[in-house]
């Protein structure tokens, strides 16, 4: 390509990007107009208010974040663009947190919610968009299967559809113990969590057996794998990934109540 028509390739994805601030823009001046009703009510104590302010501020931060990964990734900064599709997944939790909130006040803010959604889609749809044409190819590095008690070993699923990854299984570091020591690790498509390696050496039998079901079933007599796999659909006894298993998360009154899946063939 000419140099001239490179320049003017990125000074259009530049252009397009910049464009995106005036649906963040709008979101600012909702977030602005949802905190000063929340400062007014007298329905909730002030530690919830506090609580429920800073809920929206964090969807309105986390969008900010995901168009600055954005503007990192149109400038050749390429391993950014994981990070903005995370800083999207949490910002879309907590527009469902920031919904139910304001549903405590009922007619009170029943304007508000579809004007949030409707902003809110405008930004991530935007954002995403432009996100897959600069990376259209975009995909998680797989690791090669190991012996899940090697520091290193990881096991992966991917999705039926597409062929993402969906599900891996690896041993890390607890994140949450100063002395690190090494745990089975869970990163499906709605969580991660954490277990212990004493469970590792049947895991990985069924693992390389590669019987998901029996995986699913195994794994949800686990503390920290109460709902099995939540990339696993048992009716199509199939995995999907985060584009094809569409979640939706349920609050209530700012509390995360459950989150439900549905897969390509409607099953929930």
Request: glycine share 4%.
């Amino acid at each position: 390509m000419p140099m001239e028509s490179s320049n003017n390739a990125n000074n259009a994805v530049y252009t397009s990007i910049w464009k995106i601030r005036d649906s963040i823009q709008s979101l600012e001046d909702l977030k602005n107009q949802i905190i000063d009703f929340l400062d007014i009510q007298n329905q909730i104590d002030a530690s919830n208010t506090e609580l429920w302010i800073t809920d929206v501020k964090e969807l309105y931060y986390n969008i900010v974040a995901a168009w600055e990964m954005l503007s990192a990734v149109s400038r050749g900064n390429l391993t950014f663009g994981h990070a903005c599709s995370l800083f999207i997944e949490t910002a879309k939790s907590r527009l469902e947190q920031v919904v139910s909130e304001l549903q405590v006040f009922k007619d009170k803010t029943i304007q508000i919610e579809p004007q949030l959604r409707t902003i809110f889609n405008n930004c991530v749809n935007s954002i995403s968009s432009e996100l897959n044409i600069l990376l259209p190819d975009l995909t998680m590095i797989k690791s090669p299967l190991k012996g899940i008690n090697d520091a290193e070993s990881s096991f992966e699923f991917t999705c039926s559809v597409c062929g993402e990854p969906a599900i891996v299984f690896f041993v890390g570091p607890y994140p949450f113990s100063s002395e690190k020591e090494p745990c089975l690790i869970y990163r499906g498509i709605t969580r991660e969590s954490y277990g212990s390696l004493e469970d590792s050496n049947i895991l990985l039998a069924l693992l390389e057996n590669g019987k998901v079901a029996d995986i699913h079933s195994y794994v949800i007599d686990l503390d920290f794998m109460e709902d099995g796999l939540d990339a696993y659909c048992p009716s199509c006894d199939a995995i999907y990934c985060q584009n094809h298993y569409i979640t939706k998360e349920y609050w209530d009154q700012g509390f995360y109540d459950y989150t439900e899946g549905t897969c390509p063939e409607g099953h929930t």
